[in-house]
């Protein structure tokens, strides 16, 4: 899709359809909706006053004008925004969302999207809407062979009439890299398990590293042993896939890329994001119910996640270096699967306790931020699918955030706040460690019952210590389980743009 920018009376605009908010009670007698009512004879008015449009988040109504009237563009589509004082970014993006989904359903190719309340910010409400866009129109239908979305929309023009055009082109451009990694990230925990092993999701990180430019590596088998990663190793174990651990890094041009030079960014901070990369998880020897297991494809999205990011902070290229670190594996039952009750030595030396072989993730989160601190992290948020648990505490609205450094969990809040992703910290008070201590040794893999999501936590904090260190539990918000009208059901991509967002007021806050 083509993205182009405007800054003229959207009535010139050359494209088959125009979109624009309408926001929840507004009455089309001030502004774009009155220039637009104008245009099209009184017809704006008349929808509204007729009741037929209420503002409503997510309502759509779509009329032809036909040639010969006040706007170039012979379609309009109406989309309900709510409330105008609620009306923030992410309001904004799923504004684009449901009118680019909605205007491909009818095979519309070029769109118009009126920009609306920006609040002077012409460039992050231009990266919001293409964003918004490109989320809406992502579908996961590769596999299909009928009734496959074969409509494309080729060209979005954002207009924004008295905007600042290059703030616009900016933005634009963010939007476009954004969008587009987030898709990337969804595309890949939309696959399943028998075309995304830990082997092709390695193959696929070294695409975007060699596509992109970035630092690839990754840890065989053999370099696991070595490193003495039988926390890893040992989710591994059941599985005929080969285990790896991909390791992206993104150094900014001029900074430090000489031998022995410091691994982060000159004040010795290297901000480091960590991604549960379990390809599918069956359970293990403590095997899952066979119902919704098919689900459990999605286990790698932890992983994706990062990979997405890292795609993204390729091309932005923000003066800090950044680290991504994706330990994959598949867990499976085998005559050589870890056995509950077995207790295996992680990199750190601590040693675990195996109750359950399902509470895999956290095992290979322990290596992989041990490894990660071995490559000089310094402030590291590690993201998972790693707890149902999660789903019962806050569902699917808000991702679970704890951790030891409590800026750093106020600023992974706050970047969510910005893009209009929502996370809500649970509390990582010391006492519940006592639920993951182990009889036989240093500590056990599972908590009991109480306070799953935090108990899960607090066994990846056992090696984190040392750190600036944010979780993320991302179990409930990774997938939606119905379409929205602003994209379609399945792999959300969640926290991609938070990140991303993340990296931006880091380097901020740097300049001050
Ligand atoms: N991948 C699952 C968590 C999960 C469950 C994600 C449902 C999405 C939907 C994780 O590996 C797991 O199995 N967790 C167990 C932990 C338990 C054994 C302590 C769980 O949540 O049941
Ligand atoms: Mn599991
Ligand atoms: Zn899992």
């Known amino acids: 899709m083509e993205i182009q920018t405007s800054t003229e009376n959207f009535k010139d605009a050359d494209v088959q359809a125009l979109a624009v908010a309408v926001f929840k009670d507004e009455k089309a007698d001030a502004g774009v909706l009155q220039e637009l009512d104008a245009a099209t004879g009184g017809l704006v008015k008349s929808v509204i006053e007729s009741g037929e449009l209420k503002g409503k988040e997510g309502e759509t109504l779509y009329v032809h004008l036909g040639a010969g009237g006040g706007l170039k563009a012979q379609r309009l589509l109406l989309v309900g925004a709510g409330e105008r004082d ?15 989904r909605a205007l491909r359903a009818r095979n519309v190719k070029s769109v118009g999207l009126i920009l609306r309340a920006t609040n002077g910010d012409d460039e992050r409400a231009a990266s919001a809407a293409v964003e918004g866009a490109l989320m809406g129109l992502f579908e996961p239908d590769k596999y299909r062979t ?68 970035l630092e690839f590596h990754v840890l065989e088998r053999e370099q696991m ?31 430090g890329q000489e031998e022995n030079a410091p691994a982060g960014d000159g004040k010795g901070e290297l901000l480091t994001f960590v991604g549960k990369g379990i390809t599918f998880d069956t359970g293990g020897i403590s095997i899952k119910p066979s119902e919704n ?34 330990p994959s594996t598949e867990n499976m039952p085998s005559g050589k ?78 970047a969510g706040r910005d893009v209009g992703e929502k996370f ?31 108990t899960a936590a607090a066994f990846i904090k056992e090696f984190a210590d040392g750190l600036s260190w944010a979780h993320l539990d991302i179990a409930g918000t990774a997938w939606g389980d119905e379409a929205k009208p602003f994209r379609a059901k399945g792999p959300t991509g969640i926290a991609v743009r938070t990140l991303l967002r993340l990296i931006e007021r880091t380097v901020a806050s740097a300049a001050k």
């Open 225 to 255: 042993e070595q490193e003495g990663m039988g926390a890893l190793l040992s989710v591994a174990r059941g599985s005929d896939e080969p285990p790896k651990l991909i390791v992206l890094k993104y150094t900014p041009e001029g900074a």
């Open 293 to 326: 297991m098919e689900l459990m494809k999605y286990d790698m999205t932890g992983g994706a996640t990062v990979m997405g990011v890292m795609r993204a902070v390729a091309q932005l290229k923000p003066p800090i270096p950044i680290l991504g670190v994706v």
């Open 86 to 100: 609620a009306y923030k970014l992410a309001q904004l993006a799923q504004t684009a969302g449901t009118a680019a």
């Open 424 to 454: 809500w910290q649970l509390p990582l008070d010391k006492e519940y460690t006592r639920q993951i201590k182990s009889d036989i040794a240093d500590i056990k893999n599972v908590g009991g019952r109480k306070a799953g999501t935090i």
């Open 146 to 213: 009928i009734e496959k979305e074969e409509r494309q929309i080729e060209r979005l023009l954002l207009i924004a009439p008295n905007a600042d055009d290059a703030a616009l082109k900016r933005g634009a451009e963010r939007g476009h890299i954004t969008g587009e990694s987030v898709n990337f990230t969804r595309d890949l925990a939309n696959e399943p398990g028998a075309y995304m092993t830990p082997t092709i999701m390695a193959e696929r990180a070294r695409e975007i590293a060699e596509q992109f430019g």
């Open 337 to 414: 699967a870890t056995k509950p009750g077995d207790v295996v030595r992680a990199m750190n030396g601590k040693t675990i306790e195996v109750i359950n072989t399902d509470a895999e993730g956290r095992l290979i989160l322990a290596d992989a931020v041990c490894y990660a601190k071995k490559l000089g992290a310094t402030r590291v948020v590690d993201m998972a699918t790693l707890t149902g648990a999660v789903s019962i505490a806050l569902g699917d609205v808000n991702v679970a955030i704890l951790g030891t450094d409590q800026t750093l969990i106020d600023e992974v809040i706050a």
